[in-house]
């Protein structure tokens, strides 16, 4: 993996973080849409548990 520095470091990591609120809009959305239909509500809320675990890995840092 190439040193990008720190301010490389902080522009991927709020990249990343608009990715992953990004992601969770969409599901939600999704969720929205499917709404009624456990298969699309059961499979959105998986996909959140994930986002809501990459959020606190990345958007922590991103915010710092």
Do not use: Y
Not at 8 to 37: C, F, H, P, S
């Amino acid at each position: 993996m190439e040193d990008r520095g720190t301010d490389g470091d902080m522009a991927l990591l709020k990249d990343m973080k608009q990715k992953i609120e990004e992601i969770e809009r969409l599901v939600l959305e999704l969720r929205d849409l499917g709404r009624g239909m456990p298969v699309v509500e059961k499979n959105a809320q998986s996909i959140l548990s994930f986002t809501h675990v990459l959020r606190f890995g990345i958007s922590d840092l991103a915010d710092a």
